[in-house]
């Protein structure tokens, strides 16, 4: 979802279930020319991003949305590039976090939960059942 209310009194709004895992400041959105700097939320469910200056600028990526999670050069240095399925939009996103040590950290909690939801579609199905909730 792009430019949704995602974000109410500083504090991302939470979907059913879902929890923080991480909150991580510094991270330049690069879908313009000058980039825009913002907060990554990474949850169990989605990757949240939203700038800094103007909260109703954001993005919500699901992990069952995502084609791929990399790191490869851009025209700002390197940064952390999210593909959306067709289905969803077919997005190119790209991320600059500094210091690239930091991208890296980034990058490997998001890739674990990527791969999570692409090898088991229905996770959020199984969490359901396993705290007796109907799926």
Not at 46 to 70: C, D, G, T
Not at 99 to 113: C, D, R, T
Request: glycine share 6%.
């Amino acid at each position: 979802k792009l430019r949704g209310s995602l974000i109410a009194n500083k504090t991302l709004r939470l979907l059913p279930l879902e929890e923080v895992y991480n909150k991580v400041n510094g991270v330049w959105n690069l879908s313009s020319d000058q980039g825009n700097l913002g907060t990554f939320y990474i949850t169990n469910v989605r990757l949240v991003w939203h700038a800094e200056i103007n909260e109703s600028f954001n993005v919500s990526i699901p992990y069952i949305q995502m084609r791929a999670v990399k790191i490869r050069d851009s025209k700002f240095g390197t940064a952390l590039v999210i593909e959306s399925l067709k289905n969803a939009g077919g997005y190119v996103l790209g991320f600059r976090i500094d210091p690239v040590e930091k991208l890296q950290e980034v990058m490997k909690e998001i890739h674990s939960l990527y791969r999570v939801y692409s090898a088991n579609r229905y996770s959020v199905c199984s969490t359901r059942s396993r705290i007796g909730l109907p799926r």
